[in-house]
């Protein structure tokens, strides 16, 4: 079966890139009437606009792909042409977008990817019938066979009151609301002629602009955030696990279960004071990206447990978050940064440092602390054939692993104690990852090398 | 636990004078020509008693630095007070690089480099031809690991 996008992926294509073009082309095309008749760079800009205006059709065009039934095939290119081939049994995910043109005009962006951060194949502009054949084909079924209505057994589904919460746990009100604030702000700036917006705000006495500088903040961020994760939806389908979220831009990301080489379960400070939790999956091909890769966004931790053990058993450690909410020690060590910070300070305003040093000091007295005392609250827990690095530090996070994924381990011991000062352990899970604990016992070392070479048989 | 060849002693005594005196030199150049303050020549100054320390415990180094590489496991130890241990399973190393400099050379010698999916891993010095069998067991093992 050789087929194209549809035609009309080629108008999806020109929408897309039309907010950021658009401008652009308004501006040169502006220059270049104002000096008509007359060759100049806008006259070459233009011509050069147009000239990518047929880089998409040409895309179109010459880029073809073949389901076999051993895998997908792809031809491309006009002038240097390629072929790739990708078996669908080396395929280790697949995951369905659809942006704002995408969705207006019905089209889906699939990207099929395999060990590795970057898809190996993109495939965009397809109809929803080409997608389900692409499932089909990648779940190893074939489209010949007559196929059963779709199982599918919803495990967790998003609704507006978990949104807000997740918005405002995860500090997403913070981080998506300031960047809202400040490009509203500008584009207001802008609109307004004149001296701009700040002759009005000047008006105003400055705990109101405080007030509604945070209050705007807010609903920005959690405005940004309920758009991002709209429909958020965990479910099985016909066994595959498969989440799917956003209003304007949806992905649909499906995980192939042998992909998952282990499970996160993390806490912030503020998701244990409510007592919540959240869960993410580190597949073959994006360990990196735990964003994409969450299954549960913050939930009550007895659900995330149960669906944990329930969905990921086998990965799943005996004990998955420490059973009490832990705050007075992840407050003393906020607590202890913060003291080490504002001495800092302190000392950089008596000595009068000149201003290229503080965020040096400043970045120092903060990150190497966190570093060092990070490591010092992380664990190694083996439980062959699994090992769960345990970090209960500010927040909790407990990273369970195949233990075919550890690849090296390293040791310090000063003075021949009967501990180590420092292990690490380097593993892979999708991506490189190295994990440090101080104060591990020395059996737990050697079980770690045991682990490495394959002791329990793994490796 | 195999040890270095004896020349390893020598070598690290040449390459740390080395390392001291361009690096010594090189800081109380900047200091004096580029005018910065007079007190800044206690980097050099840094330099020189580290380096110092540095070979005054090469014997001990040498003693105390071992590795075993076979089939199933790369391990290096190295350190008495601070003993610093690592272990990588044979078969999960990707390339092996052995490297000679001038003054490796010098000695007859040469240092082996293993690479895994999360860093890199020396070993050495160590002879020539000591080098070569270990890249050709590391590389053996990491061929028969991928089919």
């Known amino acids: 079966m050789t087929f194209r996008c549809p035609p009309r992926s080629i108008i999806a294509s020109f929408l897309h890139s039309l907010p950021s073009i658009l401008p652009v082309a308004v501006v040169v095309v502006l220059a270049g009437l104002g000096e008509l008749g007359k060759p100049s760079w806008a006259a070459v800009a233009v011509g050069l606009a147009l000239l990518s205006l047929l880089y998409s059709p040409v895309e179109w065009f ?31 995910s697949i995951e369905v977008k659809q942006d704002w043109s995408h969705r207006l005009l019905r089209l889906h962006e699939v990207s099929l990817t395999q060990a590795s951060f970057e898809p190996a194949l993109v495939l965009r502009g397809l109809d929803a019938p080409l997608v389900d054949e692409l499932r089909r084909r990648v779940g190893g079924t074939s489209s010949e066979v007559v196929q059963p209505a779709r199982v599918i057994s919803t495990i967790y589904r998003a609704d507006l009151g978990d949104l807000l919460v997740m918005s405002l746990v995860r500090g997403q009100v913070f981080l998506l609301g300031a960047a809202g604030l ?24 400055l705990w109101v602009q405080v007030m509604v500088a945070v ?43 042998d992909a998952v080489l282990g499970v996160v379960v993390q806490r912030n400070i503020v998701e244990r004071l409510l007592g919540r939790a959240r869960l993410a999956v580190l597949t073959r091909d994006r360990e990196a990206e735990l964003e994409v890769n969450t299954v549960l966004p913050t939930l009550p931790r007895s659900t995330v447990e149960a669906v944990a053990r ?44 000149p201003w290229w040093v503080w965020p040096i000091v400043l970045l120092s007295l903060w990150l190497l602390p966190w570093w060092a005392l990070a490591a010092y609250h992380t664990r190694f827990e083996l439980d062959s054939p699994l090992i769960t ?22 040791t310090g011991i000063i003075g021949g104690g009967r501990r180590c000062a420092w292990t690490w352990i380097t593993t892979y899970a999708g991506g490189p990852q190295r994990y440090w604990a101080l104060g591990v016992g020395r059996e737990d070392a050697d079980g770690l090398r045991g682990l490495v070479l394959g002791a329990d048989g793994t490796c | 636990m195999t040890r270095l060849p004896r020349d390893a002693r020598m070598y690290w005594v040449v390459s740390g004078l080395v390392r001291m005196a361009v690096l010594g030199i090189g800081l109380a150049a900047a200091v004096w ?41 790369f391990f290096v130890a190295r350190g008495r007070w601070v003993r610093r241990t690592v272990t990588i399973a044979t078969p999960k190393i990707l390339n092996v690089e052995v490297s000679q400099g001038p003054v490796q050379r010098l000695f007859n010698l040469a240092k082996v480099t293993v690479s895994q999916v999360v860093g890199t891993h020396d070993l050495g010095p160590v002879r020539p031809e000591e080098a070569e069998r270990l890249r050709a067991l590391l590389l053996d093992v990491a061929e028969r690991e991928e089919r």
């Open chain 1, 62 to 92: 010459t880029t073809r792909y073949t389901l076999k039934d051993s895998g997908i095939e792809c031809r491309k290119g006009l002038l240097f042409r390629s072929v790739r081939s990708l078996a669908w049994d080396a395929i280790t």
């Open chain 1, 182 to 205: 400040f490009s509203l702000w500008q584009f207001v700036d802008d609109l307004l002629p004149g001296g701009g917006a700040l002759d009005i705000v000047g008006a105003v006495a």
């Open chain 1, 215 to 257: 209050a705007a903040g807010t609903v920005v961020g959690i405005g940004i955030t309920v758009v991002k994760y709209h429909g958020f939806h965990v479910r099985l389908e016909d066994g595959l696990l498969t989440t799917s979220y956003g209003l304007i831009e949806r992905r649909d990301r499906r995980f192939d279960p």
């Open chain 1, 310 to 353: 329930e969905h990921f058993g086998d990965l799943a450690p005996p004990m998955l978050l420490t059973p009490e909410r832990g705050l007075g020690k992840a407050a003393l060590n906020l607590i202890a940064l913060g003291t080490l910070v504002g001495l800092g300070t302190w000392a950089l305003f008596a000595t009068e440092a």
């Open chain 1, 389 to 410: 690095v345990r970090r209960n530090f500010i927040g909790e996070r407990v990273t369970t692993i195949r233990s075919r994924s550890i690849r090296a381990v390293g």
């Open chain 2, 33 to 73: 020509f580029l005018n910065w303050p007079r007190w800044l020549f206690v980097a050099p100054a840094i330099v020189v008693v580290l380096g110092l320390i540095d070979l005054a415990i090469v014997t001990l180094r040498y003693r105390n630095y071992g590795y075993r590489v076979d089939e199933r496991e």
